[in-house]
């Protein structure tokens, strides 16, 4: 029987031996917690609907003992909450994992039909490997380990129609996009090689060629891929397509010829075949397209790096006057950020070209950049201008003063004379004396004031001949620029 006593405030409470164990509910497991909420809430439910069921005077609001403005219901309302949330959760990952197993399955059979199929069936394997590559990151791993990649490669020297390859070409650039292992893969299978046997194919469709112009452009982009691109003969190719452009090829084959060989000019060991394809010329003179002439520049840009690249570009036909005219480009700072580059680096480089640049009007133009142009075109402006100036500097240094005047006549002219010659004298010393950076940065500003002076003139549609005044010569001769960023 058990025995009460009564505590310390004189309350009866159960007196149980020292160490034993008391719980509340026995055999109370969480599953029957679980069972209890859910039979609370049926039951909640069903009395919701008896509610519902009777008039509007008939129902009372319910309230739990011991509650306070129904926060009893609220709680078990959350609690409830709480066991659904984790059951549908439970749910969801059940039917991620029969959803991931459902689409291993399609991707098996598309594999095992690609590789155990022939004809029509294995073009339409094709077909499906190229829509489920495209855009699933996952599919392109999974297809990839499951041998889609050999088999494709395979289908390049298969006798059937270009449709056969046009798909299988796709499907391996699905199969590369954003996947380094699989662009390396698909080079190692030889599909480089298997391409350019198709370019020397007699009467191929332009599909074709689109279709391997796509693939070079994203095998490209791995580096260890454009060695082996470019030593295949594939910068040839890509050259021409770009030429020829829509005569035969549309505007996107045009474009990605291009990218192509920007990708492969990062390369240096590639810029001996850029050259041999006499590629120089074309890009300086398809400046001013403006839907090419960025990606040109970036070209152009690699190719100066290499001595070969800058003597190729030195001795092209008007190569320094189109490059100072996109100096000029103020509505593109892409263009005369990447122009300007060119410009510093053979500025730097090829000094034999630099009286060239400044035959060319690249003087003004310069000091406008450093004025007017981007953070990055106004540095490396200042970066040509300091080359142009110790060129300059050692030209001047080189020539000596000629100061010289006739000891003829008689006391008082020779008296004159020699005055003239000591004041001369000093002028010349003065001249010396006065730093290169400011006489070059005067010249500067002098030219720039008078080209804008007729850039405004030609604006005002005044006579052609008319010319600055004196006066405003004056000006420009002793103007000074000392907050010039140089």
Request: glycine share 6%.
């Amino acid at each position: 029987m058990a025995k009460y006593r009564r505590n310390d405030v004189g309350s009866l409470v159960l007196d149980r031996p020292p160490g034993s164990h008391f719980r509340l509910w026995p055999g109370f497991s969480g599953a029957a917690f679980r069972r209890k909420l859910f039979d609370t809430m049926r039951c909640g439910v069903s009395r919701h609907r008896r509610e519902e069921a009777r008039s509007p005077e008939q129902q009372r609001p319910v309230k739990l003992p011991g509650s306070k403005s129904g926060r009893g219901s609220e709680r078990l309302s959350e609690l409830l909450s709480l066991e659904a949330a984790a059951d549908v959760g439970f749910d969801e990952s059940e039917a991620e994992t029969k959803r991931k197993m459902l689409i291993l399955d399609e991707l098996r059979g598309v594999v095992k039909r690609l590789q155990f199929e022939d004809g029509e069936k294995k073009k339409n394997a094709a077909r499906d490997v190229r829509r489920l590559a495209k855009e699933d990151a996952e599919a392109r791993v999974t297809l990839a380990m499951l041998g889609a990649i050999p088999t494709l490669v395979g289908m390049l020297d298969a006798e059937e129609d270009s449709d056969f390859r046009i798909q299988a070409l796709y499907a391996l650039l699905n199969l590369g996009i954003g996947n380094d292992m699989n662009k390396a893969a698909i080079v190692k299978a030889g599909a480089i090689h298997k391409m350019l046997k198709l370019i020397e194919t007699p009467d191929k469709p332009p599909p074709l060629s689109e279709a391997i112009v796509a693939n070079f452009l994203g095998l490209s982009a791995l580096d260890e891929n454009k060695p082996v691109i470019g030593s295949s003969g594939a910068v040839l190719f890509l050259s021409d397509v770009l030429r020829k452009g829509e005569n035969g090829f549309t505007k996107q084959a045009k474009q990605d010829s291009l990218r192509a060989l920007f990708n492969l000019s990062i390369s240096l060991c590639n810029i001996p075949q850029i050259l041999e394809c006499d590629l120089v010329q074309y890009l300086l003179n398809s400046l001013g397209d403006m839907d090419i002439s960025e990606r040109a520049l970036s070209i152009l840009s690699n190719i100066v790096s290499s001595p070969e690249g800058r003597k190729a570009v030195g001795s092209a036909q008007e190569a320094y006057p189109i490059l100072v005219d996109v100096l000029n480009w103020r509505d593109s700072p892409g263009c005369q950020e990447k122009a300007s580059y060119i410009l510093m680096v053979m500025a730097h480089k090829a000094w034999w070209d630099r009286q060239t640049m400044i035959d060319a009007g690249i003087a003004s133009t310069l000091l406008e950049l450093t004025l007017l142009g981007s953070t990055l075109a106004q540095k490396r402006a200042s970066r040509i201008l300091e080359c142009l100036r110790v060129d300059k500097g050692k030209q001047v240094c080189g020539a000596g003063p000629a100061v010289s005047a006739p000891l003829c006549g008689g006391s008082s002219s020779t008296g004159v004379r020699s005055a003239g010659a000591r004041s001369e004298s000093k002028e010349v010393e003065e001249e010396l004396m006065m730093s290169e950076e400011r006489r070059a940065v005067r010249q500067l500003v002098q030219q720039s004031l008078q080209n804008n002076m007729r850039r405004i003139v030609k604006r005002a549609n005044l006579p052609q001949d008319f010319a600055p005044s004196d006066h405003f010569k004056s000006l420009t001769a002793s103007s000074t620029s000392k907050s010039l960023p140089l």
